[in-house]
Each structure stands twice: as structure tokens, then as C-alpha cells.
T-cell receptor, first 112, second 116 residues
Framework: GDSVTQMEGPVTLSEEAFLTINCTYTATGYPSLFWYVQYPGEGLQLLLKATKADDKGSNKGFEATYRKETTSFHLEKGSVQVSDSAVYFCALGADSWGKLQFGAGTQVVVTP | EPEVTQTPSHQVTQMGQEVILRCVPISNHLYFYWYRQILGQKVEFLVSFYNNEISEKSEIFDDQFSVERPDGSNFTLKIRSTKLEDSAMYFC??????????????FGPGTRLTVL
């Protein structure tokens, strides 16, 4: 079945460092790919998405490119801030009813 | 900005008791979902709901679970007889699903259910 694998955390970085969170997927069809972020005490918020191969999603300085050849959707940010500390979830949407399959989540801690 | 709300934020119950978790989706959305996250594990899909009926459900969503849209605004998840392993964070989500699987789901803040 469809699945998402993302790197384990926590990832601890200093402010202004480069962030990469790896995400790979397995799907039989043509899924859409999402990154959600969960700040402490809050719900899941969509960070960015890509709906077909080679699409790049971007938001708030974060980017991810849908790579069909490597079945990946890695999240990157060039210069993180303390306010980026959160849990990041990679997710896949592959059916007509919109069901999302999530990765395990990666906690990111950014220190001043 | 419209948002999905959930109540209560934390529910503590005794094993075997019934609980109802409540959600108010975004008002013009037509597709509703419940997910759960057991502590330290993945967010898991439970059920999707459209046009007053279940459109898809996972293996987790057994006969102990039910969903309902009792009025035009609320969307509820009922667990008939809670078990210890039902302890988790439960997230409600909604979508207007114009474009199928590409559409954004908007999530509520979650209800933490603790079964003792």
C-alpha cells in the first residue's frame, strides 16, 4: 500500500542554519504530496504542496520538489529561525476521497 | 481566516465509557475527516465523510466508532466503549475538495483523549 517515510528527529539546528528533512514515498498511482507543520499546542497546518512530478511547492522560505524518479519530496529551508521550531509531517494524498497518509513526523529545534 | 475547531481539548474517561469528540469544520467545506495520533506514532487516517455518509474508513475504524453530522455545523466522532489503546490525539479536518486528492485539508487543534 501507499506509505511515507521521513527522517527521524529531533533535528537540532542553530539559527540561520540550513534545514533539510528527507521524505520518500511509495504509491501505486499519481499522488499529491504535502508538508504539514505542527507548532506546539496547535493543529496541523499546511506548509506547502505539490501535485505532480517536478512541481516545486514553496511557502515561508520552505521549498520541496516532487521528484518522481527518486520518489522523494524533501523539505528545505536556507536559513531557519527559532520560530521554525515545530514538528514537520510529510504526507501523501492518493485517493479520490482525499485520505492522507502521513510520515512519522520530524521534530525540529532551532536554538538562538 | 476560517478555522476548524474541536472540543474538548482534553478528555479523560474510564475504560468502557462512551465518548463523543466534537468538531466544527470550516463552514463551506463538504468533506470531513478524522485522524488520530497515538503518542510517538504516525498520524493515522480513521474516516472520511461526505454527503452525510462515510466515504472511506480505515481498519482502525471498527464497530466501536461512528461519525455523525447532527446539524449543519458539527461533525462528531463517537467511541462507544473506550479501550486503553484508544488514548491518542484525535484530529478533525475538512476540505472543499474541488480538485480531488490535490486539495488542502484544514486541521483542527486536536482533542487529546486519555482512557484510564
Amino acid at each position: 500500500g501507499d506509505s511515507v517515510t521521513q527522517m527521524e528527529g529531533p533535528v537540532t539546528l542553530s539559527e540561520e542554519a540550513f534545514l533539510t528533512i528527507n521524505c520518500t514515498y511509495t504509491a501505486t498511482g499519481y499522488p499529491s504530496l504535502f508538508w504539514y507543520v505542527q507548532y506546539p499546542g496547535e493543529g496541523l497546518q499546511l506548509l506547502l504542496k505539490a501535485t505532480k512530478a517536478d512541481d516545486k511547492g514553496s511557502n515561508k522560505g520552505f521549498e520541496a520538489t516532487y521528484r518522481k524518479e527518486t520518489t522523494s519530496f524533501h523539505l528545505e529551508k536556507g536559513s531557519v529561525q527559532v520560530s521554525d521550531s515545530a514538528v514537520y509531517f510529510c504526507a501523501l494524498g492518493a485517493d479520490s476521497w482525499g485520505k492522507l497518509q502521513f510520515g512519522a513526523g520530524t521534530q525540529v529545534v532551532v536554538t538562538p | 481566516e476560517p478555522e476548524v475547531t474541536q472540543t474538548p481539548s482534553h478528555q479523560v474517561t474510564q475504560m468502557g465509557q462512551e465518548v463523543i469528540l466534537r468538531c466544527v469544520p470550516i463552514s463551506n467545506h463538504l468533506y470531513f475527516y478524522w485522524y488520530r495520533q497515538i503518542l510517538g506514532q504516525k498520524v493515522e487516517f480513521l474516516v472520511s465523510f461526505y454527503n452525510n455518509e462515510i466515504s472511506e474508513k480505515s481498519e482502525i475504524f471498527d464497530d466501536q466508532f461512528s461519525v455523525e453530522r447532527p446539524d449543519g455545523s458539527n461533525f462528531t466522532l463517537k467511541i462507544r466503549s473506550t479501550k486503553l489503546e484508544d488514548s491518542a490525539m484525535y484530529f478533525c479536518a475538512s476540505s472543499d475538495m474541488v480538485s480531488g486528492n490535490t486539495d488542502t485539508q484544514y486541521f483542527g487543534p486536536g482533542t487529546r483523549l486519555t482512557v484510564l
